[in-house]
């Protein structure tokens, strides 16, 4: 699972200067999860202190170690770069359809909407409970020596038994890879979660870009607490402006009425406009002479 791989390697990097950053989009008909880590540069290089000599018979880097995760459960790289401040790397992965790992172990992010209407607008407030939710119970419910699922693979290592019935480690934990971590409580790792929306939206997160759309990050950390995301926003509504059109429409209609009347009323014609001689002139019927 590729979300949990990223998620539980990271957690041991806690307050100590690390973020991860899951990013949810749908381009082409295709759902992505891409997972950001940052690591800062003196907490890489603490890591790297005393890292453990892997199969390739080098010490593990943080780069190299992330890779063989990430890669090892279906992600792509699509960037990574590492300088004077930070390490920063981001993972892509596709879902064709059901849910994603993010989701599996965490919350299902189905937003719940109120709504608050006006002759002309409704006011629409969506609510969804963070996708990090429950992913620390289900952590902390790991118990040491287990490796029968990814969640307690990446919490102990992956380990699988020789034919003498021997346990042998495949891949090391991150704590196991890089022994500064051990010990260190991770309720201090700070979790993004991102999706994109309207420009015109209002969120509770932080608002990313400049374009026609947002991407909004919900930030939170890596712990027991319950947390929300929630989006506002407004719409027009219809009816409110099909009746202001059609009033409209019968005011100008009125107004037209009105004085087409006036104008009629100025030109009905005087009697002696019907009759432009004087009838007493007339003598026997006949024409005035």
Request: net charge negative; proline share 4%.
């Amino acid at each position: 699972m590729a979300a949990a791989a990223v998620l539980l390697a990271a957690l041991a990097l806690c307050a100590c200067g690390a973020t991860l950053t899951v990013y949810d989009y749908v381009a082409d008909g295709v759902r992505y999860n891409e997972f950001e880590l940052k690591i800062d540069r003196d907490t890489v290089e603490l890591m790297e202190d005393t890292a453990i000599v892997s199969d390739s018979g080098k010490r593990y880097t943080v780069g190299d170690y992330f890779y063989e995760l990430f890669t090892g459960y279906g992600c792509e790289l699509v960037s990574a770069r590492s300088d004077e401040a930070e390490y920063v790397v981001r993972f892509r992965k596709a879902y064709y359809g059901g849910d994603t790992e993010l989701t599996e172990l965490g919350a299902a992010v189905e937003f719940e909407y109120d709504t608050a209407d006006n002759p002309f607008v409704r006011s629409v407030t969506a609510t969804a409970q963070n996708p990090f939710n429950g992913i620390r119970a289900a952590y902390d419910a790991v118990r040491d020596g287990q490796s029968g699922t990814l969640l307690q693979q990446l919490k102990n290592g992956k380990v699988a038994v020789d034919e003498y019935g021997e346990p042998i480690t495949l891949f090391p934990s991150v704590q196991n890879a890089f022994p500064y971590l051990k010990g260190m409580d991770p309720s201090g790792l700070a979790l993004g979660y991102a999706r994109d929306g309207s420009k015109r939206m209002k969120s509770s997160g932080y608002a990313v870009g400049d374009g026609r759309t947002r991407t909004y990050v919900f930030m939170r950390y890596f712990d027991a607490a319950d947390a929300q995301i929630a989006f506002s926003y407004k719409r027009p509504v219809p009816y409110g402006w099909y009746i202001a059109a059609a009033a409209a429409g019968g005011a100008v209609f009125a107004a037209i009425l009105l004085a087409t009347r006036k104008r009629q009323k100025a030109k009905k014609p005087r009697v002696e406009d019907k009759f432009p001689y004087n009838p007493e002139d007339f003598t026997g019927g006949g024409l005035p002479m």
